[in-house]
């Protein structure tokens, strides 16, 4: 069996060494020597008989203070209750109703401490793989980023009309560093003249020709017909942006477009269908608009795109950091008070 000492045990197997210590005491064997045999420690086995005598129950207790000083007040459960509970919010998940709830000074809480009041009152509900490659083909070589407009995505994904078979595409520009949609267009063709009016309005949009040739963005895209076409390739050549090509069937390799167009088609808000483009092109706008500054995205720490964009990002963290930290002293200071309130002979006992 091994060395006891150090591992967990359960309640039914504490009382049963417990009472092969007791037999081999009455047999002249001391509690410590059976410890030593066992591989036990001795301290631990007391503790055991402590809490035994005063009518505890051998079973591990939850870790952690029972009443931590920085545990959540009562209005601050509330405010996380009703906000869920809001139409407005429905949709969110746990962690982006968190953010949103920082950015509006609702209230001050960690993921985790929302996720277990949610929980507790039973509205942690619903709100809201790539085939294998031929082994031959070599990954892009991907490039620490450090700004935007180092590396951008871009991809064509189906859009569903009311007509069975027939689609419409949407084109979408994206900048890996901060995830802002660049650019993106819907059309009835898959076609690379569109392909490079979407790259070419990425340029104007972000002033990439007035940078200098080495410091201008690196594009990658799959290796679909749009992508490897000579027009295309001309443009990167053109303007000294270097373009990397994912592997076939390996859609790890461009992650960032697949998950927007996932981001996209799973908003609470998306129709599933369109009537023609101008239908599409006035829901993406709106889209879009809500994307790049309002969607608090999970992967840049739960700022938006544009913040993202603009160098933001590290000043908000930092900024939410400070104010959870201030919020949990205060939480400290207030749980002391109530403590004191209803236990005053406690008083002396608080550090």
């Known amino acids: 069996m091994g060395a006891i000492s150090g591992r967990r045990l359960n309640e039914q197997t504490k009382e049963e060494i417990l009472v092969v210590i007791a037999q081999s005491q009455q047999a002249g064997v001391s509690a410590r020597r059976s410890c030593a045999l066992l591989m036990l420690s001795y301290r631990r086995v007391v503790r055991w008989q402590q809490r035994r005598h005063q009518g505890h129950g051998l079973a591990d207790a939850a870790p952690g203070p029972r009443h931590p000083s920085h545990r959540l007040l009562g209005d601050e459960i509330a405010s996380i209750t ?17 953010i949103t709830a920082w950015e509006k000074g609702l209230f001050f809480a960690s993921f985790s401490s929302v996720y277990r009041v949610l929980k507790e009152h039973e509205l942690m ?12 083909s070599l990954a892009p070589v991907r490039k620490p980023l450090t700004g935007p407009n180092q590396r951008w995505c871009w991809d064509i994904s189906y859009v569903s009309t009311f007509e069975k078979g027939i689609y419409l595409y949407l084109y979408l520009l994206l900048d890996e560093y901060s995830r802002k949609a660049i650019q993106w267009r819907i059309s009835w063709q898959q076609d690379a003249g569109q392909a490079r009016e979407l790259l070419e309005g990425g340029l104007l949009a972000e002033n990439i020709l007035e940078l200098p040739e080495d410091q201008r963005p690196e594009v990658i895209n799959d290796r679909g017909r749009q992508m490897k076409a000579k027009p295309i390739q001309r443009l990167c050549e053109d303007h000294q942006m270097p373009q990397l090509f994912a592997r076939p069937r390996t859609p790890n390799d461009n992650p960032f477009i697949e998950s927007a167009f996932s981001t996209v088609k799973r908003a609470p808000e998306y129709p599933g269908h369109f009537r023609d483009d101008a239908d599409a092109a006035a829901y993406f706008e709106r889209y879009f608009d809500w994307y790049n500054h309002q969607h608090y995205h999970s992967g840049i720490d739960y700022v938006t795109p544009h913040q993202a964009h603009q160098g933001q990002r590290a000043d908000i963290v930092a900024r939410r950091a400070r104010q959870h930290q201030a919020q949990r002293q205060r939480r400290r200071v207030e749980n002391q008070k109530i403590a004191i309130n209803h236990h005053p002979a406690a008083a002396a006992l608080v550090v």
Request: glycine share 14%; proline share 0%; net charge positive.
């Open 82 to 98: 009703a906000m869920a509970r809001s139409s407005e919010y429905v949709d969110l998940a746990h962690r982006a109703m968190t």
């Open 125 to 136: 509900t619903a709100r809201g793989a790539g085939g294998a490659h031929n082994g031959r």
